[in-house]
């Protein structure tokens, strides 16, 4: 193997794959990258057996050449050390030869770096798929429903399935529902689909979309998604991002969410969520992060903190819009400020159906993303 590649090429590749590759593998092959270079192109390939991000580089692009190689072939190289050197490499072109032994001599301006490879014939091969389950999405939609619905995932591994994000599809529409049991958030959209896919129960690690949303790029291409029973794939320009899908049966959140309330109001997304960032600087101290939410009518509501060791802190709101009953209310700020950061219309509508029942938030006249936030219960 020996092929001369752009550094800006390679080393962009490198970081996306990167984020596949295990530090902590029990599998010696797997804390490596896979290369191989061929007519097509040079495909570098990362996994830790959850994730699997492969990368192709073309040998050309709009700039010119990218890569040209002059003997095809294989290696996996050690990532860490490997994704280090490119970057401190210090000419604008690279050239790697696979010599005996699979180690591997790096060339660049005046730099010679000699790494020992492993026998890319033991990296595991690509998952195959069926694609019966495709459809397809804007990219940078999906971003934007990855970020708003990630965030409410569970952290505790006890119970794996809440670590994930639920997919729904129907009637070409795109649903994810995100819970840690305290509280939830959900988006949809409309994405290109035949009119008979259905998928019922579908749940990606959040982490995993975490790593996704990341590498998906700013420039509004479509997004291809295939999925089976174990895994899903989303097709971005070069890269192909394989994930497992985890197992279990998701719980039924739908018989949570009102459907009616009995107090709403409207407020500015930007003046509510600083007066509740200000009230929760003395909440945090509390742990709990409890803030109070009570409605004064002539459509006022007063939001507050207390900490005897501290002091109190109260905010007065005028709101756009106030209707119903007589509300006091209390609840988690850092779980408030976490929905309202993702919210990005001017307005939004917040509504109860009591103290103790769920609180439902949402960009004003808008049903395309919900956020539920149970509250707490208060000897005050």
């Given at each position: 193997m020996k092929f001369t590649i752009r550094k800006d090429a390679l080393d962009g590749a490198l970081q996306t794959v990167f984020k596949a590759v295990s530090t902590r593998t029990t599998i010696p092959i797997l804390s490596g990258i896979k290369i191989d270079a061929g007519a097509s192109g040079i495909v570098l390939t990362g996994s830790d057996t959850d994730i699997t991000i492969q990368y192709f580089i073309p040998p050309e692009d709009k700039e010119g050449t990218v890569a040209s190689v002059d003997a095809p072939g294989s290696v996996v190289l050690p990532a860490k050390f490997f994704v280090d050197v490119?970057?401190?490499?210090?000419s604008d072109t690279v050239e790697l030869e696979r010599e005996g032994n699979f180690q591997t001599r790096i060339r660049s301006g005046s730099s010679e770096i000699m790494l020992v490879g492993l026998d890319p014939d033991e990296y595991p091969a690509l998952p195959a798929l069926e694609e019966e389950?495709?459809?397809s999405i804007n990219a940078l939609l999906l971003k934007s429903m990855i970020r708003?619905?990630?965030f409410a995932v569970s952290t505790n591994e006890s119970t794996p399935i809440l670590t994930g994000v639920l997919w729904t599809l129907k009637n070409g529409r795109l649903k994810f529902t995100a819970t840690d049991r305290h509280r939830l958030s959900s988006a949809e959209a409309a994405v290109e689909a035949s009119a008979d896919l259905s998928i019922d129960q579908l749940v990606v690690s959040g982490k995993t979309l975490g790593e996704l949303s990341k590498i998906i790029?700013?420039?509004?291409m479509t997004a291809g998604i295939v999925a089976s029973e174990s895994l899903i794939l989303f097709k971005l320009d070069n890269v192909l991002f394989y994930s497992r899908i985890?197992?279990?049966t998701y719980p039924d959140t739908s018989k949570i969410i009102p459907?009616?309330?009995?107090?709403?109001?409207?407020?500015?997304t930007r003046e509510f969520t600083d007066a509740i960032e200000r009230a929760y600087l003395l909440s945090r101290e509390e742990k709990t992060n409890i803030v109070r939410l009570v409605t004064l009518g002539s459509n006022q509501i007063e939001i507050s903190s207390s900490l005897s060791e501290l002091g109190k802190v109260t905010e007065r709101l005028e709101t756009k819009r106030l209707e119903g009953e007589e509300l006091k209310i209390a609840f988690n700020s850092r779980y408030m400020l976490d929905a309202l950061k993702v919210i990005d219309s001017e307005n939004i509508q917040i509504g109860f159906t009591g103290m103790m029942s769920p609180i439902i938030v949402r960009p004003?006249?808008?049903?395309r993303m919900l956020h539920l936030i149970l509250p707490?219960?208060?000897?005050n």
């Open positions: 490119v970057r401190k490499l210090p389950r495709v459809f708003q619905t990630v790029p700013d420039d509004g985890l197992d279990g459907q009616t309330y009995k107090t709403e109001f409207v407020a500015g004003e006249g808008e049903d707490y219960r208060t000897s």
